[in-house]
């Protein structure tokens, strides 16, 4: 089974999740546990970058879909950022760049955060 880890950067008053290896139903309770510790900080403005991250499954994706009415009820949100083509797909097919903001790159995630203050 591959790994996954999560690795976080601290930019002002946001935070950015940088996630490597496979998300499914048997890693994403370390994403799940990662977004409560957050949310016990009063952290709700996450940016995820996708750069290493080689697989999501269902699982990975609800992690995502029950964070973030939380975060934005909170004035934060979730910004996703430099999906490969793989990953994207499966965000677009399930239609969750309806829901959640997606940009190329992590520079342009800030930016839209910073567009929304």
Known sequence: MDEFTITEKKSG???????NGFLDAHTSSVLEKKFEELL??????VVVNFS???????????VFMAYIETLRSNSGDIKLSNMSD?????????????LFNITKDESEAIVKFNETV
């Open 13 to 19: 008053d946001l935070i950015i999740l940088y996630l």
């Open 40 to 45: 016990s900080k009063k952290l709700y403005k």
């Open 52 to 62: 290493g991250l080689s697989y999501i499954s269902s699982a990975g994706l609800g």
């Open 86 to 98: 793989k990953i994207y797909n499966i965000f677009d097919m399930l239609g969750f760049p309806i």
